[in-house]
């Protein structure tokens, strides 16, 4: 009776063979290949898939322009990259912090709520040796950070807070607002408990070892723009112009060494060893002279000396053309 309806006399038929072993039963079996994941109801997945990964794409943006405003502000190579993302719950996610360590608490204007970035508390006293002139390794265990620290871990969060805005701004146009800073995470309250959280794990690599740095994001703080976290938006074009916006400017806060040369002049081993105050070393620059600003080494610029103040200073006359200088 392929493709034909049963009518319930012929049900009540089979129902009953059934029950009396005429009709032999085989159980289902689950297809090869196929595999079983299990699904906690107390805890639904809040976001999809496709969230999920336009998420880690807008971070993988982030975690770029991180990594070159963080070599830049550290004087050493600095590669940023996300691992993975997934939600879970808060309280899983706060069970998973080591205690000390350093947590930003910040907001995203004009969205409700508040979000956190967790940059490990090695990660943080790492930064500050290389800040105060170390090598830029932390050694030994983590431990609160003291307040002249925390300063200059505050000036750096400054830098990178930021590149959120400039990474989310082809979804939404957000101003994170740095909100504090806490060392226990039991004191930093953005979620409840049980509530769902998104959660960016990053890898900080520098030339002395590799960190971790996480960015946690309450559900509650994302729901109204849930709708836009798909890859329609993702790739305006408002995206790129911010992103080569904040590598200008990233590029812009490059320092680079200028010197103002006044002059030379030779003179022979023994005139130097008998050179006394108020002695007179003539240079091969008459004193009127335009004097020769570099750049790198290289002449860029011509000038004339005076000063600011209290401060020695040059005003700069006229630019040389290029000669092989950057």
Not at 1 to 12: F, H, K, P, R
Not at 101 to 130: H, K, Q, W, Y
Request: glycine residues 8%; aromatic residues 4%.
């Amino acid at each position: 009776m392929t493709g034909e309806l049963l009518s319930q006399a012929e049900i009540d038929q089979l129902v009953a063979a059934i029950q009396a072993g005429q009709v032999p039963v085989e159980a289902a079996q689950p297809s090869r290949g196929s595999s079983v994941r299990p699904y906690d109801f107390r805890r639904p997945d809040r976001f999809s898939k496709d969230q999920l990964r336009t998420v880690s794409i807008l971070h993988g943006a982030f975690a770029r322009m991180a990594g070159m405003a963080l070599s830049v502000h550290l004087r050493f190579p600095v590669n940023v990259t996300v691992r993975a993302v997934e939600q879970l719950s808060y309280e899983e996610f706060v069970r998973s912090i080591p205690t000390p360590t350093v947590i930003v608490l910040f907001r995203l204007e004009p969205l409700e709520g508040r979000a956190l970035l967790e940059l490990g508390g090695t990660f943080a006293l790492a930064v500050v040796d290389r800040l105060l002139g170390g090598p830029g390794r932390a050694d030994g265990l983590a431990r609160p950070l003291t307040e002249l620290e925390r300063g200059l871990v505050e000036r750096l969060m400054q830098r990178l807070l930021p590149l959120l805005h400039d990474a989310w701004q082809s979804v939404v146009d957000v101003r994170p607002v740095l909100v504090g800073m806490e060392t226990n995470p039991q004191f930093a309250h953005i979620a409840g408990p049980t509530d769902v959280v998104l959660l960016v794990h990053f890898q900080v690599e520098t030339p002395q070892q590799a960190y971790r740095m996480n960015l946690c994001l309450p559900y509650l703080l994302l729901q109204p723009i849930l709708s836009l976290l798909s890859a329609t938006t993702l790739f305006r074009a408002p995206s790129r112009a911010s992103q080569a916006e904040a590598l200008r400017h990233t590029v812009e806060e490059v320092t680079v060494p200028v010197q103002v040369r006044l002059g030379r002049a030779q003179v022979s081993v023994g005139d130097l060893v008998g050179l006394a105050p108020n002695d007179v070393i003539p240079l091969d620059r008459p004193a009127h002279a335009p004097l020769e600003v570099l750049v790198e080494g290289a002449v860029v610029f011509r000038g004339r000396p005076g000063r600011v103040g209290r401060r020695l200073a040059v005003q700069i006359l006229s630019r040389e053309e290029p000669s092989g200088h950057a």
